[in-house]
């Protein structure tokens, strides 16, 4: 597509939405992101219920979710809008600094967690990077969610659970791992959605771990191994070469 001087047609900004129920915070996140070229503030809203009938009417890019709220919370809002709306990456915004809220966020489907003391620079990082397909997690959250859920697990331990997998499996519990949603494991590996939601299943239960996170913090593990089994060698070759 081009304009009418021949020249590429500019990129439509991305559209976002706002769910807050303090009117002073959704404002100045609202003024922060609409000053931006590439993003423009399509709707708002204060509460869960309003959210819900105003988001899929206006079909934003990008939904900016406050966890908590006065009829619910954001998860919740994030689980039930992707089911009928998939395409939408939610960015998940709290002043809690919560690995459970975290990991709830995650098994909603949502593309991003921070929280509200970062920097409106970082803000507008993080929509920006939710909103090209990307995922964006606080990582105090993050780290201190990975440590729990590894459970005091060696990596060599991870490594050792791996050989049952197939290839494939390995494949997409690696891509579960970068924190790929199912439909972008599928687009990525030319699968159907249902095939690749088939395969986690069937690796889930292999890994002996009920939780898609849990599956990523094992593929972590053992990559983590692997490069140290690579580089092993590597250095004993070093330091021959030096001797």
Request: glycine share 8%; hydrophobic share 40%.
């Amino acid at each position: 597509m081009t304009d009418s001087k021949g020249g590429p047609a500019p990129k439509a900004p991305v559209r976002v939405f706002l769910l807050d129920d303090h009117e002073v915070v959704r404002r100045g996140v609202h003024d922060l992101l609409d000053a931006e070229p590439d993003l423009t503030i399509v709707g708002e809203a204060a509460t869960a219920a309003q959210a819900l009938v105003r988001i899929p009417a206006l079909r934003p890019h990008v939904a900016v979710l406050d966890v908590r709220l006065p009829d619910g919370d954001g998860v919740s809002v994030c689980r039930e809008l992707r089911s009928s709306m998939p395409e939408l990456a939610c960015l998940m915004l709290t002043s809690f600094d919560d690995e459970e809220a975290l990991l709830d966020a995650i098994m909603a489907g949502a593309s991003g967690y921070v929280l509200k003391q970062i920097t409106g620079t970082d803000l507008v990082t993080a929509v920006r990077t939710v909103a090209s397909g990307q995922s964006m997690l606080d990582p105090g959250a993050t780290t201190r969610l990975m440590a729990r859920l590894r459970g005091g697990a060696e990596p060599e331990e991870a490594k050792q659970t791996l050989p049952g997998l197939t290839e494939r499996e390995r494949e997409i519990l690696a891509l579960v791992g970068e924190g790929l949603t199912n439909r972008e494991i599928g687009k990525r590996l030319y699968l159907a959605e249902k095939t690749v939601k088939n395969n986690i299943s069937r690796l889930l239960a292999k890994l002996g771990v009920e939780r898609r996170v849990q599956a990523a913090v094992i593929a972590t593990q053992a990559i983590a191994a692997q490069e140290h089994h690579n580089a092993a060698p590597s250095a004993t070759r070093d330091r021959r070469a030096r001797n």
